[in-house]
């Protein structure tokens, strides 16, 4: 019996082994977790093949109390090169319409993985530096109980993609 459950504790760290690694991830803290409007993580990082394709993600990680199901952000995107700056607002959904948080739990703390709605993968048209920074829009200033907010490139291979 002892030899099977140490077999399946193997197993099961053999295949966490096989999710796919991040080509880029960061979580930034937010102060006293009190997201205010002039808090805005910045994330930067290099692209070296832009013939590759990439999903990106939001991490959330909010504690039980954070008042709302939802979390609207300001997303602006800076491409390699590029005057101007692209503007997106995002909607982050963190519950269901019952009110269960949908990200993973462990006591009162709430981590939500959410991959941009931006079709099956995304590629980034030159290589170079981008940089996506990230604004709350809530109406309440600071917004409670947000721990840290993140984001999260993974390479993936071909398929339908949209250009950034």
């Excluded at 979580?27 to 805005?40: C, K």
């Excluded at 491409?79 to 959904?93: D, F, M, Q, S, Y």
């Amino acid at each position: 019996m002892p030899r099977n459950i140490v077999l399946l504790l193997l197993l099961c760290c053999v295949m966490g082994g096989c999710l796919p690694s991040p080509y880029y991830q960061k979580q930034e803290s937010i102060p006293q977790n009190q997201w205010a409007y002039n808090f805005n993580p910045t994330f930067k990082f290099d692209i070296t093949d832009s013939s590759a394709h990439y999903r990106p993600y939001f991490i959330i990680q909010h504690t039980q109390a954070y008042p709302y199901s939802n979390l609207w952000m300001w997303m602006y995107i800076k491409t390699p090169g590029a005057l101007t700056i692209k503007k997106e607002r995002v909607n982050i959904v963190l519950a269901d319409a019952t009110g269960k948080w949908k990200g993973r739990g462990m006591g009162a703390i709430y981590e939500e993985r959410v991959m941009l709605d931006l079709g099956d993968s995304v590629k980034f048209d030159r290589n170079g530096t981008y940089e996506i920074m990230l604004e709350q829009n809530m109406r309440i200033n600071p917004l409670p109980e947000v721990l840290h907010v993140g984001f999260r490139l993974e390479m993936v291979g071909s398929g339908y993609f949209k250009k950034i």
